[in-house]
């Protein structure tokens, strides 16, 4: 009788106590198998960001709380961060993406001292050739002085 009531409670303990915390596991359907995720921003507005690594840079991917897929926002050669806020001479900006993009010169060849530049987060084609851009920093450390940055959430 000890053997059967044991395993009664085995199986009851399994399912109220860890039912309930995979209840609260985010479920997402990743575009392609061998999706390199670095790191997912919770963003103030309800929505995840996704940082996907590339071979030839970073993807950023946006996901609402209702959804299981994952949507392209945008590409970026190099990203360094999403800005909660930034308090820019009085003007306030929302939701700032950093990021670097490879820059060419008119007859060939490119700029290795990339420059970092400011887009909004969920612009689709964060480039200065197609005058996207907000801003730019000279470097992350000036950028921290006068922006409140989204900490990744712990994979």
């Avoid at 900006?93 to 950093?98: E, Q, T």
Wanted: glycine residues 6%; charged residues 25%.
């Amino acid at each position: 009788m000890r053997i059967p009531l044991t395993l009664f409670l085995i199986l009851i303990w399994t399912f109220l106590i860890l039912a309930p915390l995979n209840a609260y596991a985010e479920e997402v359907d990743y575009p392609y198998a061998d999706f390199q995720l670095q790191d997912i921003y919770q963003i103030d507005d309800g929505k995840a960001v996704y940082i996907e690594q590339t071979g030839w840079g970073h993807t950023i991917w946006g996901k609402d709380k209702s959804s299981r897929e994952l949507n392209k926002i945008s590409h970026v050669w190099f990203f360094y961060g999403i800005a909660k806020e930034c308090d820019d001479f009085g003007k306030i900006l929302k939701n700032v993406l950093f990021a670097s993009q490879k820059e060419y010169y008119m007859w060939g060849g490119i700029d290795e001292n990339f420059t970092i530049r400011m887009y909004h987060l969920y612009e689709p084609h964060p480039h200065f050739t197609y005058h996207t851009d907000i801003g730019m920093v000279p470097d992350m450390k000036e950028a921290k002085a006068w922006c409140t940055f989204y900490e990744p959430i712990d994979l």
